[in-house]
């Protein structure tokens, strides 16, 4: 091959990357037009959107919840969002809660037409007592074209108080109203004799007892006719509450002490729907809070606003303390309910020399906790030999709780064992049960 070849070679190639260069040129340069075009229409349409956004107010939110929350119950709690654009708009909604529900990623979303509201409905349970602030309420929105956001901040703040379980007390009270209390597991008793008071004479519907049939009446009637018994009226019911560091062990995110006040509640509601005398007394070291048992119309809201208030105290409880003021300021034969806890013998041994002397006056019924976590382990399979160890305190600790309740009946003291959500209804049932047989 000669040097002219090569030469020749080399113009060929750089004339065809001439060629080459100059299409890509051409086409560079409509390339960059167009991308300007495309950046300008997307700047229109962002402009637009962000127009249509926030040309006026479009979103306006409020909180709907109650004045009060119910403490261990499910509170209905709405977000009502008001679109006053004329297009459908998708909103994503953050609720500021309260820091007691330890909720920190709450977040809705909602699509709602033009010029029309949106509802966001969810319940709160509340575990603690107290004041619950709310926050702000921030609404998330795009324009129609998904191009530009706004957000909304709505000032929603509001403090909303926790109280006792009243949801649970109109609950019992409209079922102990209309005598549907086995409804919510309230179990029949029969009664005993007929040592309550007489009130009528009527006919005989299917569920009346047979021996209350009053056959003179049913001779001159011709109809089946029975006595009507209402219940003894009038007699004292106390709550007493334990508020020692033992009241403060916790079952499902509330504390013992908790469990105890809600049953408390419904308990005086209940007594007082039956024509009784409710009263309260909470102690610790010392007395804490005294409500005198009666039945004023306004009896069940000075009960509720002293349950709001209490708290636990991490001191041992006083049972002598308890039991003179109880002598002095109790001169009634009366029911009292000693919502406490034992988790030892020891601890009994201690509280029982004043348990007797409280007794002896009244009629005492000492409600306390079984330890349902040492009921679970003591359930489960044991696989090694370090669980049979453990199963078996675990069993020692139950047997030592079955113990305590025959120790208490030994010295003329009812008592109850019982798991902290069943705690309400077995209260209730010993109560009813003791009303029945006329032991108070």
Known sequence: MTKSFYLRNLVYYIGGLSAVLCVVSYFWENLFTLAWLLLIFLLVLVL?????????????????AGDRMSLGDDNPVSIIIQ???????????????????????????????GESNGEIKYTLRPVVRGEYDFGNIYCYTEGPLKLVSRRYTIDAHR????????????????????????????????????????????????????????????????????????????????????????????????????YAVNASLVLSNVALVRQDKAGLVTFAENL?????????????NRILEVLYRQQTKFLEADYEKLYSVIRHRITNRSLLVLFTNFESPESLQRALPALRKIAHYHLLLVVFFENTELTAVSESKAKTIEDIYIRTIADKFAYEKRLM????????????????????????????????????
């Open 48 to 64: 637009i959107d962000t127009l249509l956004l926030y040309s006026r107010k479009g979103i306006t939110a409020s909180r709907e």
């Open 159 to 258: 403090v909303i108080k926790v109280y006792p379980s009243y949801m649970q007390m109109r609950r019992y009270q409209l079922l102990a109203a209309s005598n549907k209390l086995q409804d919510a597991g309230v179990k029949r008793v029969r009664r005993i004799g007929h040592s309550m008071e007489y009130e009528q004479i009527k006919e005989y519907v299917r569920g009346d007892d047979y021996r209350t049939i009053n056959w003179k009446a049913t001779g001159r009637k011709g109809d089946l006719m029975v006595n009507s018994y209402e219940d003894e009226r009038s007699q004292q019911i106390y709550c007493l509450i334990n508020k020692g560091r033992v009241m403060k062990m916790p079952f499902e995110n509330m504390s013992l002490l908790d």
């Open 83 to 113: 679109n006053n654009y004329s297009f459908n708009v998708r909103v994503e909604v953050v609720d500021e809660l309260p820091f007691q529900f330890e909720e920190r990623r709450w977040k809705r979303n909602l699509l709602i037409k």
């Open 288 to 300: 804490d809070a005294w409500v005198q048992a009666d039945k004023k119309p306004t009896q069940m």
């Open 405 to 440: 309740v025959k120790e208490l009946r030994n010295n003329g003291i009812l008592a109850i064992l019982t798991t902290p959500e069943n705690l309400t209804i077995d209260a209730i049932n010993k109560y009813v049960e003791l009303k029945n047989r006329s032991s108070i």
